[in-house]
C-alpha cells in the first residue's frame, strides 16, 4: 500500500484517519462512561442543517456543520438541564429539526441539488488538505481542554453526585462536553459520514473498556483501537473497492465482536478452572 502514498489525497485521507482516531478515541471515551450516545448521534445529524447552510451561503459545508453541531450539543444540554423535556425528546427534536433544515436550504440552493453521500456515510478520500488542517485544529482544542479538566472529568464521569457535593461546575462541564463532542463529530464527519458517527465514537471506547477501567489507558487504548478501525478499514476499501466509511465501520464491528467473543471465551474458560 505504500506505493499510494505519492498520492495526496491517500495522505490526506490517512492524516484524517489518524486525527478522527484520536478524537473518537479520547471523547469516545467519555461518551461511552457517560451513556451519552445518543446525544451524540442527535448532535450529528442535527450538523446537517449546517451542512445544507453552507451549501446555501456557498461556503465549506464544513464551517457550516461546526456552528450546527455546537448550537445543537449546548441546545439539548440547555433543554435537558433547564427544562421538563426529557433527554430523548430534546435529542429527537433537534435531531429531526437538523435534519430538515439541511434539506430546506439544499432545496433553496440555485442549481443542481449537491451529492450529499459523503457527508452523510463519509468518503475520507476526497478530504482536501484545508480539511485536514480545520480537523487538526478541533483535536488541538479537545485534546488541551481534556489534559486542562482531566481530573474534573473523571470525577464528573463516575461520580456526578460528588462533584456536585464539592462545588464543581457540573453544568458548565456538561455544556464543554457537549460541544468537545460536537467538535468530535464534525472531525468523524469527514471520515465516515454523520449516519455512521456514533459507530467510530463508541466502537473503540467499547472495545478498551474491555481491557480497563483506568481512564487514561482507556483512552490510550481507545485511539490505538481508533486507528485499527480508521486506517485498517481505510486499506480495505482501497484494496476491495468498496465506499471508505461504511468499510471502516464495518470492520470495527466485526473486530469489536470478535473480542468480545474471545471475552466472553476468557470468561467461560477462567470459570470452568475455578475450583467449586
Known amino acids: ?25 479520547v471523547i469516545g471515551v467519555y461518551v461511552v462512561v457517560k451513556k451519552v450516545v445518543f446525544i451524540s448521534g442527535g448532535i450529528a445529524h442535527a450538523s446537517f442543517g449546517g451542512i445544507g447552510l453552507g451549501y446555501f451561503l456557498g461556503i465549506n459545508p464544513i464551517i457550516g456543520a461546526l456552528f450546527f453541531s455546537l448550537a445543537s450539543g449546548l441546545a439539548i444540554g440547555a433543554i435537558i438541564t433547564r427544562t421538563r423535556i426529557a433527554a430523548d425528546t430534546a435529542i429527537g427534536i433537534l435531531w429531526a429539526v437538523g435534519m430538515a433544515l439541511g434539506v430546506a436550504f439544499i432545496g433553496l440552493t440555485p442549481g443542481y441539488a449537491p451529492d450529499l453521500m459523503s457527508y452523510l456515510f463519509g468518503s475520507i478520500l476526497t478530504v482536501p488538505f484545508s480539511d485536514v488542517l480545520l480537523m487538526l485544529a478541533l483535536v488541538a482544542v479537545i485534546i488541551a481542554v481534556v489534559v486542562a479538566l482531566y481530573k474534573e472529568y473523571l470525577i464528573l464521569s463516575f461520580d456526578e453526585e460528588y462533584a456536585m457535593a464539592v462545588g464543581m461546575p457540573v453544568a458548565r462541564l456538561y455544556f464543554l462536553l457537549l460541544a468537545m463532542i460536537a467538535l468530535t463529530v464534525v472531525v468523524l464527519i469527514q471520515v465516515v459520514g454523520m449516519i455512521l458517527v456514533i459507530a467510530l465514537l463508541t466502537f473503540p471506547a467499547a472495545m478498551a473498556r474491555q481491557f480497563t477501567h483506568n481512564m487514561k489507558t482507556m483512552m490510550v487504548l481507545s485511539v490505538l483501537f481508533g ?39 476468557r470468561i467461560r474458560y477462567r470459570e470452568t478452572r475455578t475450583p467449586a
Not at 480495505?236 to 471465551?265: E, H, N
Open 1 to 25: 500500500m505504500l506505493e499510494v502514498l505519492q498520492y495526496e489525497f491517500m495522505r490526506n485521507a490517512l492524516m484524517a484517519g489518524v486525527l478522527a482516531a484520536v478524537a473518537c478515541g
Open 227 to 265: 486507528l485499527l478501525f480508521t486506517l485498517g478499514g481505510l486499506w480495505l476499501s482501497y484494496m476491495l473497492k468498496l465506499p471508505s466509511g461504511a468499510t471502516i465501520v464495518l470492520f470495527g464491528g466485526v473486530v469489536l465482536a470478535a473480542s468480545l467473543g474471545l471475552s466472553r471465551l
